[in-house]
């Protein structure tokens, strides 16, 4: 049987499910263009505006490495982890996106570590898997998504300098 696919967070990123043109999805104010991720929906953070309409808006494909750091624990709940299956570290990155400006962390792409990183190299964002929710003896349960940060090799081509929409 086929498992579900399912976003840890619904509407912070697209679900093709191809990885062609993967993007985290955060909101721009139409008043002040300050753009938000995670997304807000309900009203301009921005305190020197009075608000606008909140867009839609695909966020930079890439970006620079602020910070990174790595994790050897089992984070607690909410974190879906399976304690029965032996825990395995895993690489954090701070990415300052190209156009926005803003910092946003997420996970490394499996098999990056901390020595495969540098504060200022370039990295895209690309689909990735967070947990397979399959609980101990059980058959399926569904795949948690989300997004993961990859090092673009150096003479990478492409939107090097930004590539919001």
Do not use: I
């Amino acid at each position: 049987m086929p498992q579900t696919r399912t976003p840890v967070v619904a509407g912070w990123f697209t679900e093709d499910g191809t990885g062609q043109d993967f993007r985290l999805l955060g909101t721009r104010c139409s008043a002040c263009s300050s753009v938000f991720f995670p997304r807000q929906d309900a009203f301009c953070r921005n305190p020197g505006c009075t608000g606008g309409e909140l867009a839609e808006v695909p966020l930079s494909r890439r970006g620079t490495v602020w910070s990174y750091t790595d994790g050897r624990y089992r984070p607690p709940a909410p974190y879906p982890s399976d304690p029965d299956v032996p825990w395995e570290p895993y690489t954090l990155v701070a990415v300052e996106l190209a156009a926005e400006r803003m910092v946003v962390l997420g996970q490394a792409a499996p098999g990056v570590g901390v020595a495969d990183l540098a504060v200022g190299m370039t990295v895209e964002v690309v689909p990735g898997v967070l947990s397979t929710g399959v609980a101990a003896g059980a058959e399926s349960g569904p795949v948690w998504t989300t997004w993961h940060w990859r090092p673009v090799p150096s003479g990478g081509t492409g939107e090097a300098g930004g590539g919001a929409a």
